[in-house]
């Protein structure tokens, strides 16, 4: 029986993400031919992936990188003008933090530069979407969760970054489907529908739409590190989000994550010594690895897992996985497709 929504792999763009299949574009073809599926949202960096490498049609869409500095960039352009500045930082006057390596981009110029060539070469990729990370943490706030901004002040400030990243294009719209999705820290949660609407209200583009990454939102709001209480968790917030959100759901990221006792500990513990001490890309690669712990990306073996698509009832739906070899791989869609399989 045919699913109702086009079944997807995520996958890196580094050589790394399809040395699992034999190294070349064409063996990731081979194994989504031969499992079925429709092809690959693609993991992009900052570079450049040429399109004659890729076979047609394998590229279904891409997931943007992320910086984890934006909003607080963003916040320092505003305030030099209303310093009286033209709002362009001189590198003489304020720090830089975010600096390369770790950082690609250290500058908000430099981040808009990038997004935009990356959504360029979505769309030379033919991809259908582009997935953008909808949110806002500061280094502590990662251990703590114990955060400085609501939802609804990212998601204030995403407007206004998104309506600035997309007005370069014609039209003012991006080139390919921008897809925004949740996160279990400020920004994009579903736990504000209020907030989410206002955001809504403060775009100036009409080509979007919203991912729900099932892993994501049981990391927000999931108490029990159970199977069945995270899909319940997931299906009680979406089952209240109002139809201007619901109906924008096109994508969902297909995992779990038991992590509420992970979360709790991480919390109990606080931070650690000599953190605020270290350099600023020390500390975000030591929230990363505690990132890592909590966003666990297991495949879901549970019939209940249905519920959520039906809910969300996505057009796209991407077996997130995050393998070590094919085996675990062909573990990972064995079991979520036979909890998904219709009776």
Request: charged residues 20%; contains cysteine.
């Amino acid at each position: 029986m045919r699913t109702p929504y086009t079944e997807l792999i995520s996958l890196t763009a580094y050589p790394w993400g399809r040395s699992l299949f034999g190294g070349e574009w064409t063996d990731v073809a081979a194994f989504c031919q031969k499992n079925s599926l429709n092809g690959v949202e693609l993991y992009t960096g900052y570079e450049d992936v040429p399109p004659s490498d890729i076979p047609p049609g394998l590229v279904k869409g891409v997931h943007l990188p992320f910086h984890s500095g934006w909003l607080e960039m963003l916040e320092e352009k505003k305030e030099t003008k209303e310093n009286g500045g033209n709002g362009k930082a001189n590198p003489g006057e304020i720090p830089i933090r975010f600096e390369p390596p770790f950082f690609a981009c250290s500058t908000l110029p430099d981040l808009y530069t990038a997004l935009q060539l990356q959504l360029e070469r979505a769309a030379r990729l033919h991809a259908g979407y582009a997935v953008y990370h909808l949110g806002y943490y500061h280094t502590a706030e990662m251990l703590t969760q114990t955060y400085a901004k609501d939802d609804w002040y990212v998601l204030e400030r995403a407007a206004e970054f998104l309506n600035e990243l997309v007005s370069a294009f014609p039209g003012k719209e991006s080139p390919v489907r921008l897809q925004f999705e949740n996160l279990w820290y400020p920004g994009l949660t579903y736990t504000d529908p209020d907030a989410c609407l206002r955001f809504m209200d403060l775009l100036e583009f009409s080509n979007y739409g919203f991912v729900l990454d099932t892993g994501h939102l049981m990391n927000c709001i999931a108490s029990s590190d159970r199977e069945d209480k995270c899909i319940t968790a997931v299906c009680d917030c979406i089952e209240t989000l109002p139809p201007e959100i619901l109906n924008r759901i096109d994508v969902v990221h297909l995992h779990w994550s038991g992590s509420h006792s992970l979360r709790q500990e991480r919390i109990r513990r606080g931070i650690p010594n000599g953190f605020h001490t270290m350099q600023r890309h020390d500390q975000e690669a030591f929230a990363f690895q505690h990132a890592v712990l909590t966003d666990q990306h297991r495949p879901l073996s549970l019939t209940q897992a249905r519920n959520m698509l039906e809910t969300a009832a996505p057009s796209m739906v991407v077996h997130e996985c995050i393998p070590k070899t094919l085996d675990d791989l062909q573990a990972f869609l064995l079991t979520q497709r036979a909890a998904l399989k219709q009776e």
